[in-house]
């Protein structure tokens, strides 16, 4: 909400900005005309005009930063040029020639419109306006298209491009109302908002340098990861229980929704034939899934949330294949060693997985079904229709319900059931959510916070770090020395060490072994001492352990009061990889 709010009032401000200057006549002309029939439709063509073609932009930049690393430099470059026409007016022009010529065209064509055909007249005049005004951004709208270029096209941008037009067309609505008065504020404003429209420029080249040098990484390397776990968690249990106030039992509940047909379509089925491989099944197509209900979940085989979700996946599938259910599991990989098909197999022989997994390391999957989260599943009906979807863990309850309508649907007619039993162990455990006050924290330096070593990251360079004597919450540190890489940090000697000072009950953390494969042997320790009755399925209770496959490792898994403490491991080994920590 917040980021729609700035991006509407940026929109209205543009109002001071000398370059809407070119639009106001336009708005003027219009200014004696029946507002429903001239005026609104005008803003509306303008409106959508400009998200239109400043989304184009978006999605253009948004694809050349996810190219490749490459690409990023090609995203980068133009924000430079994005920055540079702010600041200097020459350069602007040669770039918005091309705007300036659509939009004389569509004037043309609202010229020859004519009386029968007002509104339409008016929405090509507005459209024209807002091709004249796209090249008109401001220092709000570069910020939309940074975030876009960062994290990737999203509803965010999408929703913050629309509030920034629906705010100038509302601050130009008001120049028709108003009239010359205002245009006289405005020109008198101009000097100001050249300057501001300059400064803006400046700021823009200067976070692209920023970022092309790596500054912006090494800042946030220091910073605290602020855990919203607990949060979130906090928020899911007072929605359902809101949901649960009307004191129908469980059962009625269960039975209202799987009466209920209300649930929405939300597209088709993507095909799957993007996949590159696949394991407990040959591949799956559009045909062999014709007259199933389809339960897609992508995961990938480090993520611990990902691992949390794997035993009601299994349940649902031993429980309703019978019925017409078909699960399906696609590994989009996170790290470079879950590229390895080898790998992931592997994983999925330990994790007892046996229904089909669909191989996605080139992310074209994800992209057909246009997914952000690990882990996500979606839910289609026997028609090929998504009608149900799930991003992170949780909302079991809900998801296995819809999968007991739709398979009702499909078969006329099924007999009411409770709810699948599940058991997990080990890391595929639920978390105790209302304790983890700990986020997932990165240890490679494109990621990485928190992190509280005296000494400055050598980047692909070996280097010597020490852990401090203490060490606040949610920060680490490196003891000895360690090659800090993009994704992961490599021992560079024995007896190489890890701190973090933690609020959780459990502590995972991904683990590789040297590119040889020679297993790497490890000890953990909470508060300096051996973890005892708290160690984790992948450490004894004097806290030794062996990293052999790479993986995640569960490490702590404490059966005490949780309280803030400070986990160390050392590594008896050197060229072990170390990847992410992550709680539960």
């Not at 005009?49 to 990023?72: M, N, P």
């Not at 205002?182 to 020109?187: A, E, F, I």
């Not at 040098?213 to 607990?230: F, S």
Request: with cysteine; charged share 15%; net charge positive.
């Amino acid at each position: 909400m917040p980021f729609i709010v700035i991006g509407f009032l940026g929109g209205v401000l543009t109002i001071a900005s000398p370059c809407i200057l070119p639009v106001v006549p336009f708005v003027f002309a219009r200014s004696d005309r029946p507002f429903m029939t001239s005026r609104l439709p005008f803003l509306i063509g303008l409106a959508g005009t400009f998200a239109l073609v400043t989304g184009i932009g978006v999605a253009g930049v948004t694809g050349a930063a996810q190219l490749s690393r490459y690409g990023r430099w090609v995203a980068l470059a133009l924000f430079a040029l994005f920055g540079a026409s702010l600041s200097f007016p020459m350069l602007a022009a040669r770039i918005t020639g091309p705007f300036a010529w659509i939009g004389n065209r569509l004037l043309a064509l609202s010229d020859a419109g004519g009386v029968k055909h007002q509104v339409f007249s008016a929405l090509l005049l507005g459209a024209a306006t807002g091709m004249l005004w796209a090249p008109c951004a401001g220092p709000i709208l570069g910020a939309i298209l940074t975030g876009a270029a960062l994290r990737g096209a999203n509803w965010q941008t999408a929703t913050g491009l629309a509030a920034y037009a629906a705010g100038a067309a509302a601050s130009l609505a008001v120049v028709s109302l108003a009239q010359r008065r205002v245009l006289n504020r405005v020109r008198r404003a101009s000097g100001a908002g050249e300057l501001i429209r300059r400064a803006a420029g400046l700021l823009v080249m200067a976070t692209v340098a920023t970022i092309a040098l790596g500054l912006d990484r090494i800042a946030l390397a220091h910073v605290p990861a602020v855990p919203t776990n607990a949060i979130e968690s906090k928020l899911l249990a007072a929605l359902a229980s809101n949901e649960g106030s009307s004191g129908t039992s469980t059962a009625t509940r269960d039975a209202l929704a799987l009466s209920s047909a209300s649930l929405p379509v939300e597209g088709s089925l993507p095909p799957l034939d993007g996949a590159g491989a696949w394991l407990n099944s040959p591949p799956l197509t559009s045909r062999d899934l014709r007259g199933k209900v389809v339960v897609v979940g992508f995961w990938t085989y480090s993520c611990i949330n990902c691992l949390r979700t794997l035993p009601y996946l299994k349940a649902w599938e031993s429980r309703y294949a019978k019925d017409g259910l078909v699960v399906i599991g696609v590994h989009t990989p996170e790290f470079g060693f879950e590229h390895d098909v080898a790998n992931v197999k592997r994983a999925a022989g330990d994790l007892g997985l046996r229904y089909p997994i669909a191989i996605d390391s080139g992310y074209r999957v994800w992209n057909a079904f246009g997914n952000q989260y690990w882990p996500a599943f979606y839910i289609a009906d026997a028609q090929g229709r998504i009608r149900y979807h799930h991003f992170g863990e949780g909302d079991y309850g809900t998801a296995e319900d819809v999968i007991r309508q739709l398979l009702a649907q499909r078969n006329s007619a099924m007999p009411a059931r409770d709810h699948a039993r599940v058991e997990a162990t080990g890391a595929q455990a639920a978390a105790d959510q209302d304790e983890i006050g700990s986020g997932e924290t990165y240890l490679g330096y494109r990621e990485a916070t928190g992190f509280a070593s005296p000494e400055a990251v050598k980047r692909d360079t070996a280097g010597a770090y020490s852990i401090p004597g203490r060490l606040p919450l949610n920060t680490w540190a490196f003891g000895g020395t360690w090659m800090v890489g993009e994704e992961e940090a490599v021992a560079g000697e024995p007896h190489a060490r890890i701190a973090y000072r933690f609020h959780a009950r459990d502590v995972h953390l991904v683990l590789a072994p040297p590119a040889n494969g020679k297993p790497v042997r490890f000890r953990v320790e909470i508060d300096g001492r051996p973890p005892g009755a708290s160690h984790g399925s992948d450490t004894t209770a004097d806290g030794y352990g062996t990293v052999d496959a790479a993986r995640l490792y569960q490490l702590v898994r404490q059966d005490v009061r949780v309280q803030d403490h400070t986990f160390t491991i050392q590594f008896f080994d050197r060229g072990v990889r170390a990847y992410t920590f992550t709680f539960g």
